[in-house]
């Protein structure tokens, strides 16, 4: 089965800190793919980012970064001198390689970037 | 990408009463996902629709609660019947790109 686990509920950090959302997995999939998403307060959900299990590489976009680390089943996702529109809940999901599979989220950690 | 309109955008509905939510994509697609997202809550994914089959549910999601339709490959609908206060929610039609997830701006539904 498949099991998204974000364990930070809830992180507050004052503008221009770094800070870091944890993401670990399960699946019994060889092959899968890792995904983050923003819901900022107005509610629409914007797709940030994709892994495929087979690119182990580190990400960086601007002052957006992503860990993954298959040996620890992890995918985490670092903002660099936040800001505070970056106020909101993060999600992260998973889902099997096929191009139709279901995406299965996890809970999300909800952040506040304090001015 | 894709562009997915869902209507409605919102509703106020009467306890034990029944609603239809509608889900057009622009274009054809094989499956797509209905989510539901309770308030202050991550998003639960309640039914595959595929289309010229029946949905595939969800533990905890049963056909006789949330009826889907799928009669093309552009179109679904999702009824939440007999609701209760517990419905109230944000669902979300969703189909794959290329690999991540687009979703429909939602249908905000409160049971009252």
């Known amino acids: 089965a498949q099991k998204v686990t974000q364990a930070q509920t809830e992180i507050s950090v004052v503008e221009k800190e770094d800070v870091t959302l944890d993401c670990v997995y399960e699946?019994?999939?060889?092959?899968?793919?890792l995904f983050w998403y923003k819901q900022p307060p107005s509610g629409e959900l914007v797709f940030l980012i994709r892994?495929?299990?087979?690119?182990?590489q580190n990400e960086i976009s601007g002052r957006y970064s992503w860990n993954f680390q298959k040996s620890t089943s992890s995918f985490n996702f670092t903002i660099t001198a936040s800001q505070v529109v970056d106020s909101a809940v993060y999600f992260c999901?998973?889902?099997?390689?096929?191009?139709?599979?279901?995406?299965?989220f996890g809970k999300g950690t909800r952040l506040h970037i304090l001015p | 990408s894709a562009v997915i309109s869902q209507k409605p955008s919102r509703d106020i509905c009467q306890r034990g009463t029944s609603l239809t939510i509608q889900c057009q994509v622009d274009?054809?697609?094989?499956?797509m996902f209905w989510y539901r997202q309770q308030p202050g809550q991550s998003l639960t994914l309640i039914a595959t629709?595929?289309?010229?089959?029946?949905?595939?549910?969800e533990s905890g999601f049963v056909i006789d609660k949330f009826p889907i339709s799928r009669p093309n490959l552009t179109f679904s609908t999702l009824t939440v019947s007999n609701m209760s206060p517990e419905d109230s929610s944000i669902y979300l039609c969703?189909?794959?790109?290329?690999?991540?997830?687009?979703f429909g701006e939602g249908s905000r539904l409160t049971v009252l």
């Open positions: 969703s189909v794959r790109g290329t690999g991540e997830l687009f």
């Open positions: 699946t019994r999939d060889t092959t899968y793919y």
């Open positions: 892994r495929n299990s087979f690119d182990e």
């Open positions: 999901a998973l889902s099997a390689e096929y191009r139709d599979d279901k995406i299965i």
């Open positions: 274009s054809q697609v094989t499956m």
């Open positions: 629709a595929n289309q010229g089959s029946e949905a595939t549910y």
